[in-house]
């Protein structure tokens, strides 16, 4: 596709459902993150993959998150035993270039996939 | 947590005017990036100014980058009513790190 895709756009879970969301980046993109955005706030990271490897996964509030890219294309984000404090919108990013070096490059954003715990 | 920080953190100006938003961080950087995100939708990148660059030009958009300050400004020129939007500045190290953001309204 054009851009990256997300799915769903809107989740409502009842507390202690699982969730899984989904993520489609720009085709050939090696780097893919997950951040964490609550209302009125900046996105705060949580994981980042290159192709399927996940390098960075510092930012996952608990061990009731959990990502996966096992092909190096499309990505999950699944929570487990969903909380009220979970809900925030979950964006996904890809980019053609490899964090942690000096090259240049910005990252394309997903719409994000609004999650409502009740 | 966050790295950096924007200054202010909501701006209303009028259509035509200058909207200028600053941005502080803690830590060294590869990079600098602006991001601008519309309500309710994904953050679009802007402009992306290196650590070895003072100054960076886009359209309407001005970046400046004072890494002795660790401290970055975002000049828009001749605002829009279609510059409404919040406004993020993003810094670039072993990760990207978002601020928490400036909301712009430009009034028509």
């Known amino acids: 596709g054009a851009g990256v895709s997300q799915s769903p756009r809107y989740k409502v879970a009842k507390r202690g459902q699982d969730v899984a969301l989904r993520c489609d980046p720009i085709s050939g993109h090696v780097s893919l993150f997950w951040y964490q955005q609550a209302l009125g706030q900046g996105p705060e990271f949580l994981t980042y993959f290159q192709n399927e490897a996940q390098l960075d996964k510092s930012g996952l509030p608990s061990d009731r998150f959990f990502a996966e890219r096992p092909e190096g294309s499309v990505s999950t984000l699944k929570i487990q035993r969903t909380q009220q404090e979970d809900s925030a919108v979950y964006l996904c990013?890809?980019?053609?270039?490899?964090?942690?070096?000096?090259?240049?490059?910005?990252?394309?954003f997903g719409e994000g996939s609004r999650l409502t715990v009740l | 947590s966050q790295q950096g920080e924007e200054d202010p953190q909501a701006l209303s100006i009028q259509e035509g005017e200058n909207a200028t938003m600053n941005c502080s961080y803690k830590?060294?950087?590869?990079?600098l990036q602006w991001y601008r995100q519309n309500s309710g939708r994904g953050l679009v990148h802007l402009i992306l100014i290196r650590s070895n660059e003072r100054e960076k030009h886009s359209g309407r958009l001005r970046v400046t980058l004072d890494t002795s300050k660790k401290s970055s400004s975002l000049l828009i020129t001749a605002s829009r009513a279609a510059d409404t939007a919040s406004y993020f500045c993003a810094t670039s190290g072993s990760r990207l790190t978002f601020g928490e953001g400036t909301q712009l309204t430009v009034n028509p």
């Open positions: 830590t060294s950087i590869n990079n």
């Open positions: 990013a890809s980019s053609s270039y490899r964090f942690g070096t000096s090259g240049p490059g910005g990252l394309f």
